[in-house]
């Protein structure tokens, strides 16, 4: 008989998973799990300034290290301020663990009809049921390692995802008999389901590959989730595909690589939206094709190539009817047990003659429009810092395995555009909630989790603000983490907003409009940070050579005009390829393969999407 406290079971039950890492802060439901896990020899706590800091970084631990991360915070508010970093979890199919303390069993509100009983109680179980895949509160102790299990089987199947436990504060501290609990059996009977598996889909996707002039592979983070990169890499080189990215696996691949294209999208690359657009042929492997790829309206999109999607959640694949996206073939397929391999085998039976027309054109396009891009890069930074020349010296310096930890806003859209991935790096972002703050608390994680590599947290003075707190945290833990700021005094991608819509008018995104910013010297001086500051072009490649090199903590304040934009960009209601600035319409014109988007058919201005 092995009788334990129930919050020792906890920590036992996250060793056994590999949790070596528990982003924590303390409160008085929450007590007995913290001194649980920080009694417990394989598992180190990490005490956030935030929970919101501390969702964050279990959500990029589980990014970074593939393994399911873990944050506790106590109950009401501790518990609520979770709900921001779940959400990344959620959104992007991250495997967490939530654990929240919970008042006393004697104190719940129950069916009193009361609004609260226990001091700071709150149902946090009902709250974040919809942002979840699975939220329980515990009523039984002889049930934690049953719901421990349960929620670990669900976090990391199918489509991975957030789970949360609630526990009681009395029930933390109780003696268990393990012998005595409850045991979890996974479920394994088969749903059924309308759409067939990518097996099955074969034979057709080897005869759309057999007449198609002008293939794209999109690939997503589902990819990287799933670990199906070689495989996929294997059937484009096989039948000379070229890849489009999502953000989400805009490091699938090096840039160096013939059939890489990089990120398409409304933010993305004007050569790489040209690319997808024109496609006769679009097979979409871990990706959900979101408005923020497709553009909108949704049936502009690869408007006359042929669409097979391969997805792991029906629902995602039931979706484009909804809203209006012709899908030629939906395959329901996971890809952690996808078999390529007999599409691969009939690569021989092909002729690839006719697809190196395709691959000169996308090289051509690439080109082309990098040149009058940069061009407008330029002419709209004729002082201070182009942060796009920061990726391009970026792209050229980084020669250590790293970690660019991306934040929201400009930085990142700069970043997606201009970076160059090689095998070296690797990219990660909450890609879909793309939170503000996001990206510093990532960034200790990822320091935590891979010491051996180095980290560069690159983030906006907008964002930067949102988690100033998680400074202490690199300073209390001597975390060797380079933070490319990105200073131009504002939200930039706001304004870029505002300049479409709203005549320039930078209400709460600029200092005119009501923000304020600190003395970023001196914040950096008190949190024991070393700190570089560049205000023009010329001193970019000296710092960043010399950030690159730093073995202590620094903050790099690049100082960016407020009028530098992401460019290119998708005016709403444009369609993919018609990207701001606008290309000449004789250029534009001449460059397109299939016919234009008629601008008759542009939506209305109050059209609501």
């Known amino acids: 008989m092995v009788v334990k406290k129930l919050s020792d079971l906890v920590a036992d039950f996250l060793s056994e998973k590999s949790v070596r890492h528990v982003f924590a802060i303390s409160g008085g439901a929450s007590l007995h799990l913290i001194h649980s896990v920080a009694n417990h020899p394989s598992i180190d706590y990490i005490c956030n300034h935030h929970e919101q800091a501390s969702a964050m970084a279990a959500d990029a631990y589980s990014r970074i290290t593939g ?18 970093g779940l959400c990344c979890s959620y959104y992007d199919s991250v495997p967490v663990l939530a654990i929240t303390g919970q008042v006393n069993t004697t104190r719940m509100v129950g069916n009193t009809g009361v609004r609260q009983v226990g001091f700071q109680e709150t149902p946090i179980v009902s709250i974040c049921a919809p942002i979840t895949k699975y939220a329980v509160q515990i009523s039984d102790p002889l049930d934690i390692l049953y719901e421990l299990e349960k929620c670990f089987f669900i976090a990391t199947s199918g489509r991975p995802g957030p789970v949360l436990v609630d526990i009681p504060d009395d029930f933390q501290r109780v003696l268990v008999d393990r012998s005595k609990c409850r045991k979890f059996l996974p479920d394994t009977d088969i749903v059924p389901t309308i759409y067939p598996n990518l097996n099955d889909s074969s034979a057709y996707i080897i005869s759309q590959l057999n007449i ?49 294209v990089g990120t398409f999208g409304t933010h993305g690359n004007r050569h790489a939206n040209f690319a997808v657009q024109n496609a006769d042929l679009i097979i979409s492997f871990g990706s959900r094709l979101d408005t923020k790829s497709t553009g909108s309206p949704v049936n502009t999109f690869a408007r006359q190539a042929k669409k097979i999607v391969v997805d792991v959640d029906p629902s995602e694949l039931s979706k484009f ?64 810092v182009n942060p796009y020349v920061v990726f391009d010296l970026l792209s050229q ?4 395995e790293t970690n660019l930890i991306f934040d ?62 998680e400074l202490a945290v690199i300073k209390r833990y001597k975390l060797p983490i380079k933070i490319f700021l990105f200073n131009n005094s504002g939200y930039g991608m706001i304004q870029q907003t ?75 209601g444009y369609p993919n ?33």
Request: aromatic fraction near 10%.
């Open 498 to 572: 505002q300049d479409q819509w709203l005549d320039s008018d930078y209400v709460a995104s600029s200092y005119e409009g009501g923000l304020d910013f600190p003395d970023f010297r001196s914040l950096a001086n008190s949190f024991s940070l070393k700190y570089a500051e560049v205000a023009s072009n010329d001193s970019i490649e000296s710092c960043v050579s010399n950030v690159l090199k730093e073995s202590m903590p620094i903050l790099c304040n690049f100082i960016v005009s407020d009028k530098m934009r992401v460019i290119p960009q998708v005016k709403a």
């Open 321 to 384: 009817s909804h809203f209006g996206l012709k899908i030629d073939s939906l395959i329901l397929q996971d890809l952690k047990f996808a078999n390529l391999k007999p599409l691969i085998h009939r690569a021989k039976e092909f002729s690839f003659a006719s697809k190196l027309p395709w691959l000169d054109q996308i090289k051509d396009w690439k080109s082309l429009f990098t040149l009058m891009d940069d061009n407008a890069r330029k002419s709209i930074c004729t002082e201070k």
């Open 212 to 260: 198609s002039e002008r293939p794209i592979i999109i690939a997503g983070w589902g990819v990287h989730l799933s670990g199906f990169k070689n495989q996929l890499l294997e059937f484009a080189e096989n039948f000379s595909i070229p890849i489009a990215l999502t953000w989400g696996a805009a490091d699938l691949i090096s840039a160096s690589h013939p059939l890489f």
């Open 408 to 469: 929201t806003g400009c930085a990142l859209a700069w970043g997606m555009q201009s970076y160059l991935p090689n095998h070296l790096t690797r990219i990660f972002h909450d890609f879909n909630n793309t939170a503000m703050g996001w990206s510093l608390p990532a960034a200790i994680a990822s320091a935590l989790a891979t010491p051996c590599r180095d980290t560069i947290c690159l983030i906006g003075d907008g964002s930067f603000m949102m988690s100033l707190h």
């Open 67 to 84: 393994n399911l991360g873990v944050a506790i915070a106590t109950s009401g508010p501790g518990a609520t301020n979770l709900i921001t």
């Open 577 to 609: 390829e018609d990207l701001e600035p606008l290309l000449a319409r004789e250029v534009f014109y001449d460059q397109m393969i299939i016919p234009p988007f008629s601008p008759d058919s542009q939506r209305p201005l109050n059209y609501q999407a």
């Open 397 to 400: 310096s980084i020669c250590t």
